[in-house]
């Protein structure tokens, strides 16, 4: 089993808790493209915007807000299996 089985969430929750793509980016060795990438995926399959963009910051949306707690639990589930 990988540490990170959904990478895609992961990825929203770091953005989500450091209110930057690229300060999420950083944490996960990834490029700012990429986690662009990853968030707008999951925006397109969920059909709705999860951030507002402004400045360099992003804000979750209400949807972004819901999804995030959706992806705590999900988190602390995987953790929880693994132990």
Do not use: C
């Not at 540490?3 to 969430?9: C, E, F, Q, S, T």
């Not at 507002?52 to 979750?60: E, H, I, K, Q, T």
């Amino acid at each position: 089993m990988t540490n990170d089985p959904l990478p895609h969430l992961e990825t929203f929750s770091n953005a989500a808790e450091l209110s930057s793509f690229t300060a999420a980016a950083r944490k996960l060795g990834l490029t700012q493209a990429a986690v662009s990438q990853r968030i707008q995926a999951l925006e397109r399959d969920l059909g709705t915007p999860l951030f507002g963009r402004r400045g360099g910051r992003v804000l979750l949306t209400e949807a972004g807000r819901l999804l995030h707690a959706y992806a705590e639990r999900i988190h602390a589930l995987h953790q929880e299996v693994r132990e």
